[in-house]
């Protein structure tokens, strides 16, 4: 496994074989991150023949020893947040500059964030290092021009950001939240994964859908368990809570500062362009829909975010102020 050539090629899944997590691999080349999701980088990756006909699949021994090898950057920010409140248009304003890998929602990153789920018997200490090889395999340089590393990660890894933090104390962090009665507009109208019912007891949340609750209220409690979450680790000097309402500008304005870098006036000029379209659809224009989605929301989803969301994002929000006092 050691002498498996893996220059230009990236971790795109993780097989398990009992408590143990195998690699597959997928040719990139020079290829930077700069869809709004990893996957779409891959999926465009794995249309082309080569890719098609050769595929690589090897050990996590195969994937630590490319580590040692290789190593990757070290990241330079991680990226949590509650889910549809403006994480993608933030990684894409820094994806925008070229000194940037920007690596949002990794599968296989993220579900080694996962892995006691699969593997209950693997000790902290191996899982942390299964994370730092992964991370180190996701930042390796495909251009000259690449000085920084940004990871967004998948919602549901906020539940797993202590263990994050004890395996990369020294990167600095943001938690990104949203009126939760926007949020949950939103999800109603485009369900996520996270919020299908089932899904708690494959990420250990301790809740349960009793047949009172509705779908709304299954739903609320996830995104408070979220922010109670994040709020637990405050605080603590390298994490930075970011409101909804901050952006754009605080990409420019704090993020710099937070995560390490400078920026030039024609920086942040790349920057706002990167704000100025859709995240997840770069051929449209972004238009601001707050004040939709509260026309849009129920009194049903007022009052589920009110019982099981509001009290934690108060408590983000007192935290918030008090950290730019």
């Given amino acids: 496994m050691s002498e498996l050539p893996l220059e230009g090629w990236v971790p795109i899944r993780l097989f398990w074989q009992g408590g143990e997590p195998l690699v597959e691999w997928c040719y990139l080349g020079r290829e930077r991150f700069t869809h709004p999701f990893f996957d779409s980088t891959i999926q465009l990756a794995l249309q082309r023949p080569f890719n098609s006909l050769s595929r690589q699949h090897t050990t996590m021994a195969a994937l630590g020893e490319w580590s040692q090898r290789s190593p990757g950057m070290r990241p330079s920010g991680f990226i949590f947040h509650m889910s549809r409140c403006g994480s993608t248009v933030v990684s894409q304003m820094l994806a925008a500059l070229a000194e940037h890998v920007v690596v949002s929602e990794a ?169 100025g379209f859709d995240a997840k659809n770069r051929s449209r224009r972004f238009e601001g829909d707050s004040a939709r989605r509260q026309a849009e929301a129920s009194e049903e989803i007022r009052r589920a975010a009110e019982r099981w969301v509001a009290p934690a994002y108060q408590r983000l929000e007192e935290q918030r102020v008090q950290g730019l006092a």
Wanted: proline fraction near 8%.
């Fill in 107 to 275: 599968g296989p990153l993220d579900a080694l964030a996962r892995a006691h789920l699969r593997a209950p018997l693997a000790p902290v200490e191996q899982r942390i290092e299964w994370l730092q090889w992964m991370v180190s395999a996701l930042g390796q340089r495909r251009t000259d021009s690449e000085e920084r590393y940004f990871i967004k990660f998948d919602a549901r890894t906020t539940f797993e950001l202590p263990l994050l933090r004890q395996a990369f104390p020294e990167v600095p962090w943001i938690f990104l939240y949203r009126d939760p009665v926007e949020v949950l507009v939103s999800l109603a109208g485009r369900p996520s994964s996270m919020t299908t019912p089932g899904m708690e007891q494959l990420l250990g949340l301790p809740i349960s859908r009793n047949a009172g609750l509705s779908i709304e209220e299954h739903t609320a409690q996830i995104l408070g368990l979220l922010c109670e979450t994040a709020g637990r680790q405050f605080p603590d000097e390298r994490g930075l809570l970011v409101n909804f309402r901050q952006i754009p500008g605080v990409v420019w304005e704090r993020l710099p500062g937070q995560f390490g870098f400078a920026v030039s006036a024609g920086a942040v000029e790349l920057m706002k362009a990167a704000a």
